[in-house]
């Protein structure tokens, strides 16, 4: 693919300092006018893509599927879903994202198919079949009693029974996507087959959806279990040996203890999604207060070099509230989701506008944080505009409904009759597409989007906020959150800096001879060392004095203005910050 | 190569007598006790240039600690900067005139003075004075380690400092661990204990839930199911955890110094244990691992220091002290609150402040007797806990 412009980026290690941006391919933009986005429309709209500064685009699941959960119940893996295009159109998307330094990555469901694979409709069809061992099959439904049900929702039970077999079969999400039997070789076998096909397309990776739940054992979750690990190993290997720069990205919702052993040694993902963060960012601007932020932080533990979070305000699902107490989702549904309808499972289907009430300030501060604390931001498409929802459609489809590029017909997303739509676009007076589009804000220099960008720009200038330390500074006021993110500059060899094992560098990155060594990230020529971000979480003006004595004489600069603020002395640094305010600041060390 | 013993006493005494805190603290004593100053202890902790030294000196039967730096007159300017205060005077230390100040003034000094406190166990690169209270200066080494420098001294082992043994013996995590203790001559001169950065007073927390409570109604008359709960700094669920620590505060206390049964006529059905005994919202520290008890005032733990024909018999009380205290710690963060309001919102703001005080009073107590085996120290059900503490509360308003 050809090499981004960006300074000091590795190429193996792209993913560490890239913004990724996820997307519904049928949901973004619509060329053959039947109603349903398709490659060759997001191919038209790469050049806004570019323009926005996006790395990478993650697309939801594009496969044939019956489409009982958002094509996450894949009925074909190989292929990809008819009114999307055709593999063809696929392979020139991927073409014309690599010509613009963007790169693509698609979803990956390993742990379960449609009901209506072929693998199923054979396996199901009687109990000595090729495929009857494909599928986890018992005569009653009393195994894994102790296992949680995910849609709790809709599904009684992780057992369903099928008429035409006779017996149950297993399955962690809707009864329509049985889970598949990894202890049989030849499921692993068909899967390492599917990972090559798409690689070989030009695919750059894949977030890996539900993959705690592929390995069972009675007596257990059923989460986590270590054969899951050793087949990420396995599919990992696999990757390094024959397809470099290319990514893993997990999808584990859970605490940041059980995620990081998804990485391995660095030998397992690269990337893994750190999902209770989320919530914690809005319960923390609710509360006006740092701690819902800092407590996770501080139970974060170190990840492997080469390893990267991938941190994100909304996605696709719910806001999920699986990962705090149950008292702190009390609290989550009384601020965020007063009516039933904005609940769903355990979370909240919201964009991230409503969230906030569409106050900007948050929106910004919201993004603020997203952008600067540890992890690759993953945007979700619509977001960068302050798109709506519309809590009235069924299942997460709310939250899914067509990109709003202009104040045309049908948000300028599709010239099909409005019946034909997959989705109805969003028309309400606040949120709807003649208030709010791409085109609108695009030509509104003080836009959400136009800030989004700039802020974009900022970040992919100073890598600290990739892969810097991350250092909470101490504040009297709990309702101001600072930190310091830093690249380290150790002296000396590559190599053989002290604890160093002198193991050799992943992908083989390439290094400078003789060059500073840095953690992680490559140091740009007269790039600081330190970029101290201070946000106030309050909806009124705050003052902090923060102890910067260890930049004493240096004088901070406002990243976004390019603004000097008074040096820092010995004394205690005074910051006063607007409602909901930011700031990025430079630092150079003495 | 330092000043005699002599040469510090005639420095420290008049610079004893225009510091705040040791006029406050003499306050209490007749007039006549204050000629009767004597040097009563002294270490040269660093000798040369600069040099420090540790100078007791009683005042009646009161001693004080000042740590005495010294230097070249013509340096002393630059490291002292504004702090002219801390200038005791010129002296001779043996090989020249130096200028005597208080050492925690200086940076170096004090710096140095961490590896004196904890017997060379612990250096530091960095230090801030964080703040100079009537007994002790408090002082943070790297954001990493802190120092409470005693000025009015107490016999070892004072109380505080006992406390906090005893409760890392027992095994309480909720507060900050010592590390080492500075003691000479039968006094505790210092204690340092572990620091966490950005902990948070917990009259700081409870003050940005009320700005979010009184900021989010006040401009709005109609009238809310529940305006305090549904407020979105709702202070309630952190109350709570604060009292679940309050609650393994008092078992460890109990077990630390075990349990005896109230005088009669006392809170009923409630035993009598050694509590804090200045439990109230600056006390405790919000961390990014719950709440800690920060610190451990001295003279509430045995009765007014001082005056020797006082007993220095630890009390034991019910512990609903503590959490009357607390509680009445809530009333007074929402009164502080209440006064930062324009007068004409005062109204709104007083009925506002009033429930949450009883919202976050409630979640308080329901933490506290939520703790597993708290039942041995308070035998009441929650109604009555409730009831006993409210009337603790009322009478620590009509006490003041």
């Given at each position: 693919m050809a090499s981004s412009?960006?300074?000091?980026?590795h190429e193996a290690r792209w993913y560490e300092e890239a913004v990724f941006y996820e997307l519904l391919p049928r949901g973004?933009?619509?060329?053959?006018?039947?109603?349903v986005g398709d490659f060759a429309g997001l191919r038209q709209k790469l050049d806004y893509l570019q323009w926005l500064g996006i790395d990478c685009v993650w697309l939801l699941p594009f496969y044939?599927?019956?489409?009982?959960d958002g094509g996450y119940?894949?009925?074909?893996?190989?292929?990809?879903a008819p009114d999307l295009g055709n593999l063809d159109d696929l392979v020139a998307l991927i073409e014309d994202a690599h010509h613009r330094g963007i790169r693509i990555i698609s979803d990956l469901v390993m742990n379960h198919t449609s009901d209506q694979h072929p693998w199923f409709i054979e396996s199901r069809?009687?109990?000595?079949?090729?495929?009857?061992?494909?599928y986890m099959w018992a005569?009653?439904?009393?195994?894994?009693?102790d296992v949680r049900v995910i849609f709790c929702d809709v599904e009684p039970s992780n057992w369903t029974f099928d008429q035409r077999r006779q017996q149950y079969y297993w399955h962690r999400?809707?009864?329509?996507q049985p889970d598949l039997n990894y202890d049989n070789p030849e499921v692993v076998d068909a899967m390492l087959g599917i990972v090559r096909f798409w690689l070989d397309l030009g695919i750059d990776g894949f977030r890996l959806d539900?993959?705690?739940?592929?390995y069972k054992a009675e007596?257990?979750?059923?989460?986590?279990?270590p054969a899951t690990h050793t087949l990420l190993r396995r599919v990992r290997a696999e990757i390094d040996a024959s397809y470099p720069n290319r990514l893993l990205l997990a999808e584990v919702n859970q605490w940041p203890s059980v995620v990081t052993e998804y990485f391995g040694a660095g030998d397992e993902c690269h990337m893994c999604f750190n999902f209770p963060l989320m919530p914690r960012m809005f319960m923390a601007v609710r509360r006006e207060q740092r701690f819902p932020i800092t407590e996770i932080l501080a139970q974060t533990p170190p990840i492997p070099d080469g390893c990267q979070w991938g941190i994100f305000?909304?996605?696709?699902?719910?806001?999920?509230?699986?990962?705090?107490?149950d008292e702190e989702r009390d609290y989550m549904y009384n601020e965020?989701?007063?009516?039933?309808?904005?609940?769903r499972n355990i979370g909240i289907r919201r964009r991230l506008a409503p969230l906030v009430d569409n106050d900007r300030r948050v929106a910004e501060l919201l993004y603020g944080l997203l952008l600067s604390l540890p992890g690759s931001p993953v945007l979700y498409y619509g977001d960068e505009l302050l798109m709506g929802d519309n809590i009235y459609l069924g299942d997460r489809d709310g939250v899914r409904t067509p990109m709003q590029w202009?104040?045309?017909?049908n948000a300028g997303f599709?010239?099909?009759?409005?019946?034909?739509?997959y989705l109805p676009p969003l028309m309400d007076p606040v949120h709807g597409y003649q208030a709010v589009n791409v085109e609108a804000e695009q030509r509104d220099p003080s836009s959400f989007l136009h800030w989004l960008r700039r802020m974009l720009l900022v970040r992919h200038q100073y890598p600290q906020f990739a892969t810097g330390s991350l250092e909470v500074l101490p504040a009297d006021n709990p309702s101001v959150l600072a930190y310091v993110r830093q690249t380290r500059v150790t002296d000396g060899p590559?190599?053989?800096?002290?604890?160093?094992?002198?193991a050799p560098e992943l992908d083989g990155a390439p290094e400078l001879d003789g060059a500073p060594k840095l953690d992680g990230a490559p140091k740009l020529?007269?790039?600081?060392?330190a970029v101290l971000c201070v946000s106030n979480l309050s909806r009124f003006a705050q003052p902090v004095e923060l102890s910067l004595g260890r930049w004493e004489g240096c004088t901070p600069i406002e990243?976004?203005?390019?603004v000097p603020f008074p040096r820092i002395t010995v004394k205690p640094y005074s910051v006063t910050l607007a409602p909901y305010g930011i700031y990025w600041f430079e630092l150079e060390e003495r | 190569m330092h000043p005699t013993p002599s040469a510090f006493e005639g420095l420290v005494v008049p610079y004893l007598q225009r510091q705040p805190w040791f006029l406050a603290d003499m306050s209490?004593?007749?007039?006549?006790?204050?000629?009767?100053?004597?040097?009563?202890d002294l270490e040269?902790?660093?000798?040369?240039?600069p040099g420090l030294a540790s100078v007791v000196v009683t005042v009646g039967n009161r001693p004080f600690h000042v740590l005495v730096g010294w230097r070249e007159p013509a340096l002393a300017p630059a490291v002292l900067g504004d702090r002219q205060g801390a200038v005791l005077g010129m002296c001779d230390d043996g090989s020249g005139d130096v200028l005597c100040y208080?050492?925690?003034?200086?940076e170096e000094l004090s710096t140095r003075l961490l590896a004196v406190a904890t017997a060379g166990r612990e250096r530091a690169r960095r230090v801030r004075l964080v703040h100079s209270l009537v007994s002790h200066a408090s002082l943070v080494y790297d954001e990493r380690l802190f120092m409470k420098?005693?000025?009015v001294l107490e016999p070892a082992p004072r109380p505080e400092i006992e406390l906090m043994l005893k409760l890392e013996e027992v095994g309480f995590e909720h507060t900050l661990r010592p590390v080492a203790c500075w003691e000479r001559s039968g006094w505790d001169l210092a204690l340092v204990r572990e620091y966490i950065p950005g902990a948070v007073e917990g009259r700081l927390l409870a003050l940005t839930s009320l700005r979010d409570l009184l900021g989010r109604n006040l401009d709005d008359d109609r009238p809310k199911l529940d305006e305090v709960g549904g407020?979105?700094?709702?202070?309630s669920s952190e109350v709570r955890r604060l009292g679940e620590t309050t609650g393994s505060l008092h078992l460890a206390l109990a077990e630390a110094f075990g349990v005896r049964a109230l005088p009669?006529?006392?809170?009923?059905r409630s035993a009598a244990i050694r509590v804090?005994?200045?439990?109230?919202?600056?006390?405790v520290f919000r961390t990014d691992a719950g709440w800690i008890v920060g610190g451990f005032g001295d003279d509430p733990l045995i009765g007014k220091?001082?005056?020797?024909?006082?007993?220095?018999e630890p009390r034991f009380v019910s512990p609903l002290e503590d959490l009357a205290d607390l509680s009445y710690s809530l009333r007074q963060v929402a009164a502080e609150a209440v006064a930062a309001q324009p007068a004409v919102t005062r109204v709104q703001a007083e009925r506002l402040a009033k429930a949450w005080e009883r919202r976050n009073r409630g979640s308080f107590l329901s933490g506290y007797l939520g703790v597993g085996g708290i039942g041995r120290l308070i035998a009441l059900d929650r109604p009555a806990a409730a009831e006993a503490i409210k009337s603790l509360v009322t009478k620590r308003a009509t006490a003041t």
């Open positions: 412009s960006r300074p000091g980026r973004f933009f619509d060329s053959n006018a039947d109603g044939p599927s019956p489409l009982h119940d894949i009925s074909d893996f190989v292929t990809v069809s009687s109990r000595d079949n090729p495929k009857a061992d494909w005569d009653d439904d009393h195994g894994f009693a999400f809707f009864h329509q539900a993959v705690p739940y592929l007596g257990t979750s059923c989460e986590n279990l305000l909304r996605n696709h699902d719910e806001l999920t509230l699986e990962m705090v107490t965020y989701a007063h009516d039933p309808r904005m609940r202009a104040p045309d017909r599709s010239r099909a009759d409005f019946a034909q739509l590559l190599g053989e800096e002290p604890g160093s094992d002198g020529d007269g790039a600081p060392a990243l976004l203005g390019r | 209490r004593f007749d007039r006549g006790v204050w000629a009767t100053f004597q040097l009563a040269i902790v660093i000798d040369g240039r208080d050492a925690l003034a200086d420098s005693y000025r407020a979105g700094g709702d202070l009669a006529g006392d809170v009923p804090h005994g200045d439990y109230h919202l600056r006390r220091l001082g005056d020797s024909t006082q007993s220095r």
